[in-house]
Structures are given as C-alpha cells and as structure tokens.
C-alpha cells in the first residue's frame, strides 16, 4: 500500500498523488455485482488527491456524528481548477490513525466501527450554511440519514455569477457509505462523471463508534445489557446502537404528523404548548395563538436552525395541509458573524424583518446591507455607544447621511458583559430607494460591518472591518402536532410514527419494534453525537483513541459528452430509515432464519428538483425540472449493516426484470478491510462500457414502478439495520 504523506499545516490537510496516475490505497482486488463475461479487473482511473479528515477523539463506546470543520483542498489542484470544472470519477475512503513517524495506517473496523458518513467536496461560489433543527422533519430524500440530517448543509454564495448554471457546487458522496466504504467499489465509468466547479473545500460529516477493546489488544469489551450480540460474538454489539438506561425516553399521547389532516386534533393552546415540550420540540422559540386561513388548523410547529416555533391555530376551517408550504407565504432566517454577528428573520407572512445585531458595548458598530464595500454605497444601520440607532445611506469611504424618518423600531435593546445587542423590525420593503429591501426568497445577501471602540458615534473604523456573505434558510413546512396513538421523545429528539404503510414498504405491516416508541430498544435514536452506549451503573473507560478519515478522489479534465451522474436515492423502509430484524423462532433451521421487507415506488419518487447549484441532494436539470421523462442507472450501492445483512435486489416491477443484485463481501480475517463478522464491501452495480466490463445503462420512465426486497440473517435479534439504494443516474 503506497505510503501517505504527513500532516500538513494543523488543518489536517494531506495531499498526495495530485497529478499522478490513480492508484488504489485498497490492498483487495475490487468488483462489481453486474460484470460482463470475462470483465477486465475494476479499477479507478484519472488523477487523484488524498485528504484527511479533521481528527476525531473519543472513548470506548462513545459515538461521534456531527458535521467537522472544512479542510483546505490541495492548493495545485485548487489553482488548476480554479474558475474551471473538474470531473470527479471515484473516491475511495478508510479510516486511519497516525503512526509515530508522521504517515498513517487502517485502523480495523473492531476499533473504530463506521456507521456511515456524508461527504462534500464544496466549490468557491457555494458555502455551508447553518441548518440545524430545520433538518429534523425534512423529506426524507433531502438525506439519506433523515433522523440526523447534517446541522450544515451547502448554499449557494449571493456573489454566484452565474446562479443559473446547471454545473454543481458542490457535490456529495455517500455511495456505499457504511462499515462496507473501503472495499466497495465507488466509480464513474466513462462518460459520466460528478462535476464540480472550483473546488476548494472538503467537508466530513461521520459517524463513528468506538469498539476499541479497553482492556488491551484484539476483540471485546463491556457492552449494555440490552446488546443483542450473542456470547463470543466476532462483533461489536455496539454497532447496533442499542438503548441503554443512559436513553431518556419520554412518553406522550401526541404525535408528529407531516402529511394531511389531524384526524383529532388538539383543541386548546394550553395543551398544544404543552404536547409540543413533551415530543422534545425543544428549545421553544416561541409559543403564539394565530388565526388565518394559510396555515393548518389547530397545533403546528415550524423548525427553525436554533429550535421550534410551536403556532395553535384558532381557524377551524383550513384547508392547508401538514407539511405542505404551497400558498404559505416565504419565511427564512440567517446568522453570521464578522467583526459584528447579525441575524435576520425575514417572514413573509407578517411582512416583518426582524434584526438582530451584536456589538461591542463600547463604541460604535454597524453594518451596511447588500455590499461587498463601502464603495457600492449600501444602506446601514449603525448603533451607537449609547444604544440609539441611525439608519444611513453610506458614501464611498464616507459616512453618508442619515436616512429619516427611521423605518426601524427597536424591539430591545442589552448589555451583557462586553457585548451590546439590540434586537429591530421594520418591513420587508425598503422605505425608499435608498433603503435595503429584504427578500427572504432569495439565497442570501452580502453585508459588510464594520466598528470603533474609541468613539460613540460613526467615525473612521480602521482595520475594524469586514465583509461576508450571510446565507438565508427556508424555515421548515407546518408539522401538526395531534392526538394520537402513543409517541413522545428519545433522548430529547421527537419520536414520529414515520413506518410508511404498504405498498410504500411492508415494514408496518409487520408491526416492527421499531415504529413503536413503546418497543423502540436500538439504533439512531439511541445513537447522538457524544453518547456512550454503555449502562449508567457502568464505568466509562477513561482511554481516550485519535482516528481520522482518509478520502482518495479520483478526477480528470471534463471529457467531450460527458454526463452529470446526479444523486438518486430511496430506502426499502421508506421514511423510518432503520428497523429490527427479530429473531428467528427457536427450532428454525439455519437457512431459513431470514427477515425479509419489501418496498415499493416509483423513480420519480428518487429524485427532486434543485433548489440551487450548490444542492448536492437533487438531478440537476436545463431548461426546467424534469428535465426529461427518462434517466439512465449508472451507478447503484446498497447500504446495509453487517451481520445481518445478506441480499439487497432492486426490480422494475413493470416487467419483473432485476435490475441490481448485492450482496456483502464479509470478512475472514483480523487485518484492516477484511474483519471476521463485519461486512467489508458491498460490491455496487456500475453500469458502462463493454469495454470497461459493464453493460449498458438501464434506462427507466420516471413512472416506472420499482420494488426492492432486502433480506436479512435472523439468526440473532439485531438493532438499527438499514436497506438504502444509494445511487447515481443521468438525464437521457
């Protein structure tokens, strides 16, 4: 295995290789589920750079997800592409720890087990913006782990010259993104590609758990008693994300609802304030009693980044639905921080802009709205050392005149240590041509802020300047909250009753654990960022272990008819995401223990419109969306958790023709990539050339019909197991 290049700079940046041939950092030969007879080996192609991971430090049992701070792209490659587009045609990953020497070796899955990770590569024009608790009740398409959608997710820069382009900004990878990453083949056959316009960023949002045995080298440690892997077991019960007592569940007669009508809905304020604390919508940014016709009857909360606004609705006879925003007028809030922090909330219900600007409590500060420089003149608002404000059309290097009468109330108004922050509202609509109007619509505006200490009115700032961009998101649609059968929280997060009835998947049907909150005993719930999946009354190895991810990609020069390979992506359990597979009846033979769900949809239900170049999420498409009625399958990895895990096939159930078939490599061994009781890879179906050893792409109308049946090994009970296609396609 060549030898990696040490740490760079302490942004945890390595770059190897960047215009050298590819080579493969995985020592086993690689394959695919659908080869042609006598298919020449697999193999990458193009040139390639490695990127590290920022590091990740934790203690036995302890699960690390959240979105990790940006790493610097190599600089060559960065420069070369800069202005330009690059060809992403494959992407290897693994996960490393440094040796003593400075350069990096796998670390087995025994240790540091890889539950699955969402990983960017971002261009110059595209930003991440702050998404928060506005994740929790999106569609499930927008991310393939719907529960712990990422806090941070791409946007498009207002300084984007060319916002209609179909050539993304950033681009996602999650293909074969599970404990199967290292050995699953990740490629792009030739004549299609992922592309990405001035790469600059890389960006990892993991989810990792330490299985590191505390009580020395090889296998093992203590597990919760509510672990389902069975003595001597060759895995980690960790894995599985069981409930442990350290699990807070909160039970409640009320559920989450995202789709039509409560069927009996909550009738009082009182009680829809309180049904929402016990779901865990939490923190409340707000609790109001409104009364209008656009939004649904009775409770609803709205999912902002920084928590839940909760509504009781006293209009009776709304036609408005849950979980649906058409007719609803935009409402959308940003933050951002520069040499003053800014916040705005901009609803276009209430015509209101709400703006919130921190400061130092001494001097002055402002910030001047729609700029990138004080020479485009821009509208301001500026406190004061004494709290009042102004609101000022600025010059070029000058302070301008004051704007009167004002447009802005100030709402409040505080000092808390060294930081003055007062809160302002004013309309949407700027008061005149010389005002900033507010569209909360677009994707973001650029503001510059600049402030002196010395002084208490607008002075000369000095280097006590800045500008940057601030990127606006879309609250979330109305979810009811309505009476109904049990539901509640897990570990503060709301349980929804999200087990999709047939034919959409049969997972309800068969009243798994899972759906239940009353049954509900392991995984994602069970599984936050920081949790140790350990017993109370159990000690917490005090060892800490330092690990990092490695991505390899794989990318070429755009070639003449090359196609975007965009993201296409479905669950066979639908929008629950994760289910049980129970065990098998005692006295049932060995081959016949084996759990098997079904789903069913349609392709058009795999893809969705862009909400701008920078969504990773969706099929890019020119002129309009569709942009045809037909895509072509080039790529297709299941995702599924080992032991349980055995097949995966995905049909056109039009004509009953197979389209893939996957099955997991699982180990044998105690090395790195080839652990006994885990699964190593799951070799994807690639489809291609024939010189490449691939058949043709299978071509599908956005209204066929698809069914997927999973099967699992129900030898033993087994917790949080997944069955998600994880796809690529293009327009035909």
Not at 109 to 122: P, V
Not at 432 to 453: E, L, M, Q, Y
Not at 621 to 644: E, L, R, Y
């Amino acid at each position: 295995m060549q030898t990696l290049l040490a740490l760079l700079l302490s942004v945890a940046a390595v770059c190897s290789g960047v215009q050298q041939p590819a080579v493969s950092r995985n020592p086993f030969p690689y394959v695919i589920a659908n080869p042609l007879p006598n298919a020449p080996p697999m193999k990458h192609r193009g040139e390639y750079f490695d990127v590290l991971s920022q590091p990740m430090t934790t203690q036995y049992s302890e699960v690390f997800w959240t979105g990790q701070a940006p790493v610097p792209l190599p600089e060559d490659f960065v420069q070369r592409y800069k202005g330009k587009v690059a060809s992403i045609i494959g992407f290897e990953a693994d996960v490393v720890r440094a040796r003593g020497d400075g350069t990096y070796e796998s670390v087995p899955c025994y240790e540091q087990y890889n539950h699955h990770y969402g990983a960017f590569l971002q261009g110059s024009e595209s930003a991440l913006a702050y998404v928060g608790k506005r994740t929790y009740l999106e569609d499930y398409r927008v991310s393939p782990a719907h529960r712990h959608s990422p806090r941070y997710q791409p946007r498009s820069l207002p300084s984007d010259p060319t916002p209609d382009s179909v050539v993304p900004t950033s681009q996602l990878f999650v293909e074969g993104n599970g404990n199967e990453h290292r050995r699953s083949f990740k490629y792009m056959a030739k004549g299609f590609a992922q592309p990405i316009e001035s790469p600059s960023t890389f960006h990892l949002s993991p989810m990792m758990i330490n299985t590191k045995n505390p009580n020395g080298p090889g296998r093992g440690g203590p597990l919760p008693r509510s672990s389902k892997a069975p003595p001597g077991a060759n895995y980690s019960g960790l894995m599985e994300c069981p409930c442990t007592s350290r699990t807070k569940k909160v039970f409640t007669s009320h559920e989450i609802q995202i789709t039509g009508t409560c069927s009996d809905p909550v009738s009082t304020p009182e009680e829809c304030f309180t049904a929402a604390k016990s779901l865990g919508l939490t923190p409340a940014l707000s609790s109001s009693v409104i009364n209008n016709a656009t939004s649904p009857s009775g409770c609803y909360i709205l999912a902002a980044p920084t928590g839940y606004e909760v509504f009781f609705n006293a209009y009776n006879k709304s036609s408005s639905l849950c979980g649906d925003n058409s007719g609803r007028p935009p409402r959308a809030v940003g933050t951002q921080s520069s040499e003053v922090d800014l916040h705005v909330d901009l609803n276009g219900m209430a015509d209101k802009a709400t703006i919130t600007i921190t400061g130092p409590s001494v001097g002055w500060f402002g910030v001047g709205f729609g700029a990138a420089a004080m020479k485009d003149e821009p509208y301001a608002i500026i406190v004061n050392g004494d709290g009042t404000v102004e609101e000022r059309k600025l010059a070029n290097h000058d302070p301008g005149q004051v704007l009167s009468p004002p447009s802005v109330t100030i709402a409040s108004h505080s000092v808390v240590g060294t930081r003055r922050t007062v809160v302002l509202t004013r309309t949407l609509k700027g008061a005149s041509a010389n005002h900033f109007t507010f569209d909360p619509t677009v994707t973001g505006f650029d503001f510059i802020s600049a402030r002196n200490n010395a002084t208490t009115t607008i002075s000369f700032h000095g280097e006590n300047r800045a500008g940057s961009a601030l990127l606006l998101v879309e609250l979330g649609a109305p979810s009811c909250v309505c009476r109904g059968k049990m539901a509640g929280s897990i570990n503060g997060l709301p349980f929804t009753s999200d087990c999709m009835p047939e034919p959409v998947s049969d997972v309800a049907a068969q009243m798994n654990p899972s759906c239940n909150i009353e049954t509900y005993s392991g995984g994602l719930f069970c599984c936050h960022h920081g949790v140790h999946l350990l017993d109370g009354d159990q000690d917490i190895p005090p060892a800490n272990d330092t690990f990092h991810m490695m991505f390899r990609f794989f990318y070429e020069d755009p070639q003449p008819g090359d196609k975007n390979a965009f993201f296409v992506f479905h669950e066979v359990e639908a929008n629950h995401g994760e289910y049980d597979v129970p065990q098998c009846l005692n006295g049932t033979a060995p081959e016949d223990c084996v759990y098997t769900i079904t789903g069913r949809w349609k392709v058009k239900d795999m893809i969705r419109k862009c909400k701008d170049r920078a969504d990773p999420w969706c099929a890019p498409s020119s002129p309009s969306f569709p942009q045809s009625q037909k895509i072509a399958m080039v790529h297709a990895s299941g995702h599924c958790h080992g032991p349980a895990c055995l097949t995966m096939d995905l049909y056109n159930a039009d004509t009953g023709e197979l389209i893939c078939g996957v099955k997991p490599i699982l180990g044998t061994g105690d090395e790195p990539m080839n652990e006994a009781g885990y699964v190593v890879g799951i070799p994807p179906c690639s489809w291609g050339s024939a010189e490449e050893g691939m058949g043709a792409p299978p071509v599908l109308d956005l209204e066929t019909n698809l069914m997927s049946v999973k099967r699992s090994n129900s030898t033993n009970y087994h917790y949080g197991v997944m069955s998600h296609w994880q796809m690529r396609a293009v327009w035909v």
